[in-house]
């Protein structure tokens, strides 16, 4: 492992840096509420892959025109960072499978990203 210290909204800044043609090519809005910035220790290429591989679904699988929401919200215990679309919705019975691995929802309901 490659643990090393690091700034999430730095890795959230890159990846929608890196995905901003998809996003205008989808005609999406972005939002970033980012003020709570978090110090995270561990594997930096991982968390970047994760986190785009989330923000990616949010774009794609949103139909064009909508609003895409990334915040960090924190108290004095908790951080979570939220990324909203607006696309489909997942069953709540699909809910418990989305992290496995290759894991997919219906076919018929997902796009392929160009």
Sequence with gaps: ENFTDFQLIDVINQVTTDLSKLITKYKHSLYLNLNNDIKLTGDKEKITTAIRNLILNAIIHSPENNN?????VSNKIHSVLEIINTGVNIKDEELENIFKPFY???KSRTKKED
């Design 68 to 72: 895409i929401y990334i915040n960090i």
């Design 104 to 106: 997919r929802l219906d």
